[in-house]
């Protein structure tokens, strides 16, 4: 338990617990060697009083008038001496001082805390052989009980003073001394989220500079291999799109001939089969099978690389692929708002935003489950921000990413963009931010 406090309690509490045990160990202290020093400080009183009491009694031995010389002794005591006279006859002692139950604002408690010991001391005395009276030592121990009190607060005040002090040096030192653990705990955070640009303040000790020295310059570290990854990245993408480019062409301009060829010398043996009134069966079937490749060969074409976006523009191209979708899942209502600022973005952002929505809409179609659908672009100052978002069943908890969004997840860090999946509201939502800014293809330039 003790390791999840915070610093400052475990700096604070064992401070506070010894000073509450210092002031304990006062008290202990008061207690035991009080008591004593009070019966040492009146023992020559006792001493004194015994003394009295041996000489009052020789002169009454040898007085004519002892009750006489008895009394004239006792009016001379008065009632400010510590000996008193106590008669047997009365049976009862002289009035006790009333200074212990509140001596100069001596409160009740710390005289019980000293335990007064049992300073009294009496001594008889006889006249013609009988008992009369006793000499009692009866000291006045305000002062003393006074002393001990300003003694007392004394060390409280300086206990508390100390704990003050202590406390406050305690204070401003945790605070020089978290204060930049702080900021360096805050700004390896930002290190974690990929913030590299927000420098951790380099202060406090010396042993806490170094680690924010060489948490900055991690982060510098860390700033440059993501740039020299987000380089490669786009690198990869731009080199893997030129080779899609190249592929498609040749598909285009060798397979697509062929395809034609076949398809027309089919056609033309099949209008020779009905001059001669024997159509075939195998005809109609080469000619099935060559409209099918024919538009296997488009959507090759298409997953490789729409070439019609540097024809039509990314927002016709978008819409034209909205269509297509529609025609394929009927049974999904879908919508769109789909900027027309669109067209003006080309190259390899223009096709990172077409490759996003049409892998996310395939895997709306092929895994989602659902009903509707909605796709929207918006441009706003120097972002782009693509959503798609269906009523589907969701995304595996342990799959959030499959192979094509992960392929996507790539060409938009390639672009130092970003690529989102949730799920809020019984919906999910694909979102992907991308900078607009100028793009550099490193392969061509």
Not at 7 to 32: D, E, I, K, N
Not at 201 to 214: A, D, K
Not at 394 to 404: E, I, Q, S, W, Y
Not at 420 to 433: E, F, G, I, N, P
Request: aromatic letters at 4%.
């Amino acid at each position: 338990m003790w390791h999840r406090l915070s610093f400052r309690t475990q700096l604070f509490l064992p401070l506070g617990m010894s000073f509450v045990a210092a002031l304990a160990m006062g008290g202990v202290l008061l207690q035991t060697f009080a008591a004593g020093q009070l019966a040492d400080e009146n023992e020559p009183g006792r001493r004194s009083t015994q003394a009295v009491a041996v000489a009052l009694n020789s002169t009454l031995s040898v007085s004519d008038n002892p009750r006489k010389m008895l009394d004239a002794f006792v009016s001379s005591l008065g009632t400010a001496s510590d000996i008193q006279f106590r008669p047997v006859e009365a049976g009862a002692s002289p009035p006790v001082r009333n200074g212990l139950q509140d001596v100069h604002g001596v409160p009740q408690w710390f005289v019980d805390l000293i335990a007064i010991p049992d300073i009294d001391a009496a001594s008889p005395v006889i006249i013609d052989g009988r008992h009369i009276g006793d000499i009692v030592f009866m000291p006045d121990l305000s002062a003393d009980l006074f002393e001990k009190w300003i003694g007392f607060l004394a060390l409280t005040s300086l206990v508390a003073v100390l704990m003050v002090l202590t406390g406050t040096i305690a204070h401003l030192f945790a605070g020089s001394a978290l204060r930049p653990l702080q900021n360096l705990g805050a700004g390896l955070t930002r290190i974690r989220s990929g913030d590299y640009a927000t420098p951790i303040p380099v202060s406090g000790p010396p042993e806490i500079r170094q680690s924010c020295e060489e948490a900055n310059a991690l982060a510098a570290t860390l700033a440059q291999l993501s740039q020299d990854n987000r380089d490669l990245l786009h690198r990869l993408v731009s080199l893997q799109d030129n080779e899609r480019r190249d592929l498609a062409r040749e598909l285009h301009d060798e397979l697509g001939p062929l395809l034609f060829s076949i398809r027309a010398g089919t056609i033309a043996l099949s209008e020779a089969s009905l001059q001669t009134g024997n159509p075939g069966n195998s005809v109609q079937e080469v000619m099935r099978s060559v409209e099918a490749l024919q538009q296997t060969n488009r959507r090759i074409l298409d997953r490789l690389r729409p070439l019609y976006i540097e024809e039509l523009g990314l927002e016709a191209s978008v819409q034209t692929l909205l269509r297509n979708f529609r025609r394929q899942a009927p049974h999904i209502g879908l919508t769109a708002t789909i900027d027309p600022d669109l067209n003006g973005i080309d190259g390899p952002l223009a096709q990172t935003v077409y490759r996003v929505i049409q892998e996310t809409l395939t895997n709306v179609l092929r895994h989602a489950g659902a009903r509707n659908a909605h796709v929207e672009t918006a441009i706003a100052g120097d972002m782009l921000a693509v959503e798609v978002s269906d009523d589907g069943s969701g995304f595996p908890a342990d799959n959030v990413f499959g192979r094509g969004l992960t392929g996507m997840h790539e060409r938009v860090r390639a672009l130092s963009g970003s690529l989102s999946l949730l799920r809020a509201d019984d919906r999910t939502y694909v979102r992907c931010r991308l900078p607009l800014g100028e793009i550099r293809d490193p392969v061509s330039g």
